[in-house]
């Protein structure tokens, strides 16, 4: 699995780019920085997106994409996400008022992009490249799409995972060079945020998305045998520790007492993104200060093999 960055930061500057993660040059985690990051033919390339929730630093590029690779893809670009982001993305993003409807363009039956949505903790299948096939869905999954109303008001407050926890026996089933599992385990932020274990034929990796305290996720992340990495958020500075519970993210201080809830903590590397460019020094100087072992700060252009 070769994971390159083409963004890690909680916001723009020309020195900053929000999150995007690159898997095999097919595959993206969220949809900050692609067209930003990437030439036009590699744009076309991609197959597959993991979106983790609707936030605009999250999904902003998503409508460039699909304006710039219309007419050069026989398949839609597959967005997969939770059934909130889902209905976000079709009732205001994708809605032909903030940007034409590119899930029904050129037309229902052979759009731009498609979304696949999934329920949390089920797991899904992505195939290799090459391989023209609905993604292998667990229990749980809808693909249909998603209607376009959506409920009045958004929670101010972050919301907190209430999935029951699952058995901790999952057995692993092989997969194929080029094929990978998926799944989705929520976490807290104002709205739906799904965080992911990414499963290839070498190992796993954990990705947080956006959230503040949560337990879920660890207690995931404690079963997993084969866990390779974790990209896991880190916002804001301690003295805005106020600012960081309402809006779902995690400070130094919270990320440290989060790490305490990982087993083997040490042994798994530790790649920290998301910073604020705003707070960017203040929060890193603290995060050195906490003297994690096995932990990288990410940089635009990291590039990763687990």
């Not at 036009?40 to 997106?49: A, G, N």
């Not at 398949?75 to 976000?88: F, K």
């Not at 079709?90 to 590119?102: A, E, H, I, K, V």
């Not at 932020?189 to 990414?198: F, T």
Request: aromatic share 6%.
């Amino acid at each position: 699995m070769r994971v390159r960055v083409l963004g890690c930061h909680g916001g723009e500057t020309p020195r900053h780019r929000t999150t995007c993660l690159l898997i095999d040059e097919r595959i993206t985690i969220d949809a900050g920085s692609v067209c930003r990051s990437l030439a036009l033919d590699e744009q076309v390339k991609l197959d597959h997106m993991l979106i983790s929730h609707s936030h605009m630093d999250h999904v902003k590029d998503l409508a460039l994409l699909a304006d710039q690779v219309i007419g050069r893809r026989a398949q839609p670009v597959v967005l997969h996400c939770g059934p909130e982001t889902a209905e976000t993305l079709s009732s205001s993003y994708f809605n032909n008022y903030l940007w034409p409807d590119f899930t029904r363009i050129p037309s229902p039956q052979a759009p731009v992009m498609k979304i696949d949505v999934h329920e949390p903790e089920s797991s899904f299948r992505i195939p290799p490249a090459g391989v023209v096939a609905s993604t292998t869905p667990a229990k749980g999954r809808r693909s249909s799409r998603p209607a376009t109303s959506r409920r009045a008001g958004a929670s101010r407050r972050p919301v907190r995972a209430t999935t029951r926890a699952k058995s901790s026996t999952r057995s692993l089933e092989p997969l194929v060079e080029g094929e990978y599992e998926v799944r989705f385990i929520p976490v807290t932020h104002p709205v739906e945020s799904m965080a992911m274990i990414i499963r290839g034929a070498t190992g796993s990796i954990l990705y947080s998305s956006d959230t503040g305290p949560t337990t879920r996720l660890w207690q995931v992340a404690n079963q997993i045998p084969d866990l390779r990495g974790m990209f896991v958020e880190l916002s804001f500075p301690n003295h805005m520790q106020a600012l960081a519970d309402v809006a779902g993210h995690y400070t130094p201080r919270t990320l440290a007492t989060e790490l305490k809830k990982l087993k083997n903590r040490d042994e798994i590397p530790l790649f920290i993104y998301h910073l604020k460019p705003t707070f960017y020094e203040a929060t890193k100087n603290e995060l050195a200060g906490l003297h994690l072992k096995n932990a990288h700060l990410v940089e635009l252009t990291d590039e990763f093999t687990f």
